[in-house]
C-alpha cells in the first residue's frame, strides 16, 4: 500500500508569504505610532532682559468652573500642586487675592508644557524689579519742622519746606517758601510697597508699622536701602510729607540693593489686596518691563478699593511700556524738575496721568531717627500724589479710586509742565483740592 504523498509548496512561495507578512507588520507599525507628545505653551518674558533662568510666575483661569476650586488660598495651593504633579517643577508663593496663581521653580520645557494646560491662563518670566530711583545724594542736615499756625483762611502752614511741598500747593512759580494744607489724614492708611520703613524716624511719629517682608519672609520690614523710607517721608512725614497724620504701612519687596523679583512683589500686592483696610491709598515707585500679571494685580488691588499710585519710571521712554504704569485703573505719575520742567529721565507719554516733583526731593532717612536724604526718580514724584489722594481719602472716605483718581486730575494745574514729552498729559499736581 502506498503511503499517501505530502502536498509540496514552492520554495519561492514561503518566501513571498514572508515578505509580505513583515511589509504588513512595519505598515502596522508605521501606521500606530506611539503617544502624542505634550503641547507646549508660550513662556512670556522668557529670555527677556531680567529674566531669571528658571524662574515663573503661573497665572490661572478664574471662569468656568476652574474657577471655583480657586476661592481660597488653600484651593490655589491645591491647584499649583496638581499642575506641578502632572508636569513637573516646585510651586513656591501662592497668589489668592491679587492674583490666582504661583510662583513655580522648573525647566522651560516643563513651564511651557504646564503653560499649554486649559487651566492656565498664561505663564510668565520671574525677572528682577528695581525702585524709580537715581543715584543717591549725600545725607543732608534736618529741615525744620512744620508750622502750627494757620492762616487767615484756617489753612495749616509749614513754613521753609522740601521745595516738593512748597510747589504742590501753589498753582505758579515762584515757590512762596510755605506749605499749606487743610487736612493731615490721620483716619487714611497708605501701604508703601517699597524696601521697607525706617519705622522709628522722627518724622513719623509713631504711625509707621510693619505689614509684612517678602525679602525674608517674616513681619520685620525694616529698611535696608532708604528707598522705601525717603517714599514713605514724602507720603506722610510731619516734616517732609503732604499728607502728615496718615498711618503708614511698611511691604517690604525689595532688598538691601534697592532690588527685587516680580515674584515677590505680586506677593506684596497679594498681602495688601487681602489685608488693606478703608480708607486706604498705596504707593508703588518700582518699575519694571510689561507684566501682565503685574497689571492684572493691581488692578485687583483697585477693584478692592484702595486707591493705587505708581512712577512712571526713569528710562526716558514711554511709560506704556513698563508695568503697572501701563495699567489704565491705577494714577501714573511722571516727574518734574524746580523750575516745572520734565527731568530727561523721567518716562513720560499716553500712560502718564499727572505730573510731580521728583528731582533732588528732601525726605527721610536711614541710619537713624532724624536722617534727611535727598533723592531723585518717578519713585519721588508718586507719593506726593499719593499723598495728595489720601487728603482727598480723608474728606471723602466713600469716594471710590475712580472717583479719588478724577478729583485729583481734575484739580490739577494744566500746561505748567516745561517739555512733558509726546503724548503726555500737561497736568502737574495741585494739592489743596
Not at 44 to 59: C, N, S, T
Not at 331 to 355: E, K, L, Q, Y
Not at 366 to 379: D, P, Q
Request: hydrophobic share 35%.
Amino acid at each position: 500500500m502506498k503511503k499517501a504523498r505530502r502536498p509540496r509548496i514552492a520554495v519561492g512561495a514561503v518566501l513571498a508569504a514572508l515578505v509580505l507578512t513583515g511589509t504588513t507588520a512595519a505598515a502596522a507599525s508605521a501606521a500606530s505610532p506611539g503617544p502624542e507628545p505634550a503641547p507646549l505653551g508660550e513662556v512670556r518674558g522668557a529670555g527677556a532682559p531680567g529674566a531669571l533662568d528658571g524662574e515663573y510666575i503661573v497665572v490661572l483661569k478664574e471662569t468656568g468652573d476652574r474657577a471655583r476650586g480657586l476661592r481660597t488660598a488653600g484651593g490655589v495651593r491645591d491647584r499649583a500642586e496638581r499642575l506641578t504633579g502632572a508636569f513637573g517643577g516646585e510651586a513656591e508663593r501662592t497668589y489668592s487675592s491679587a492674583l490666582k496663581g504661583f510662583s513655580l521653580k522648573a525647566t522651560e520645557k516643563q513651564a511651557r508644557r504646564l503653560a499649554a494646560d486649559p487651566s492656565v491662563a498664561y505663564v510668565e518670566a520671574n525677572r528682577v524689579e528695581r525702585g524709580d530711583v537715581l543715584p543717591q545724594a549725600p545725607d543732608l542736615p534736618q529741615a525744620p519742622g512744620p508750622s502750627k499756625g494757620p492762616d487767615v483762611s484756617g489753612t495749616l502752614l509749614q513754613a521753609d519746606p522740601g521745595w516738593g511741598l512748597d510747589r504742590i500747593d501753589q498753582r505758579d512759580l515762584p515757590l512762596d517758601a510755605s506749605y499749606g494744607y487743610g487736612a493731615t489724614a490721620p483716619n487714611v492708611t497708605a501701604y508703601v510697597v517699597d524696601s521697607g520703613i525706617n519705622i522709628a524716624h522722627e518724622d513719623f511719629g509713631g504711625r509707621a508699622s510693619y505689614g509684612y517682608n517678602f525679602v525674608d519672609g517674616n513681619r520685620t520690614a525694616s529698611d535696608c536701602h532708604g528707598h522705601g523710607t525717603h517714599v514713605a517721608g514724602i507720603l506722610g512725614g510731619e516734616t517732609h510729607g503732604v499728607a502728615k497724620s496718615v498711618k503708614l504701612i511698611a511691604v517690604k519687596v525689595l532688598n538691601c540693593q534697592n532690588s527685587g523679583t516680580t515674584e515677590g512683589v505680586l506677593a506684596g500686592y497679594d498681602w495688601v489686596a487681602e489685608n488693606a483696610t478703608g480708607p486706604a491709598v498705596a504707593n508703588v515707585s518700582i518699575g519694571g518691563s510689561a507684566s501682565e500679571a503685574k497689571d492684572a494685580a493691581v488692578r485687583k488691588m483697585v477693584e478692592a478699593g484702595i486707591t493705587v499710585v505708581v512712577s512712571a519710571g526713569n528710562k526716558a521712554t514711554d511709560a506704556c511700556t513698563q508695568s503697572p504704569a501701563r495699567e489704565p485703573s491705577v494714577i501714573t505719575v511722571a516727574a518734574t524738575a524746580r523750575d516745572d520742567s520734565r527731568p530727561s529721565w523721567s518716562n513720560h507719554g499716553d500712560c502718564v496721568d499727572v505730573f510731580a516733583p521728583g528731582a533732588s526731593v528732601p525726605s527721610a532717612g536711614i541710619g537713624s531717627r532724624t536722617a534727611e536724604r535727598t533723592m531723585s526718580g518717578t519713585s519721588m514724584s508718586a507719593p506726593h500724589v499719593a499723598g495728595a489722594a489720601a487728603l482727598h481719602v480723608s474728606k471723602n472716605p466713600e469716594a471710590t479710586p475712580a472717583a479719588v483718581t478724577r478729583a485729583l486730575l481734575d484739580a490739577s494745574s494744566p500746561g505748567r509742565v516745561t517739555g512733558p514729552g509726546e503724548g503726555s498729559p500737561n497736568r502737574l499736581l495741585y494739592s489743596r483740592f
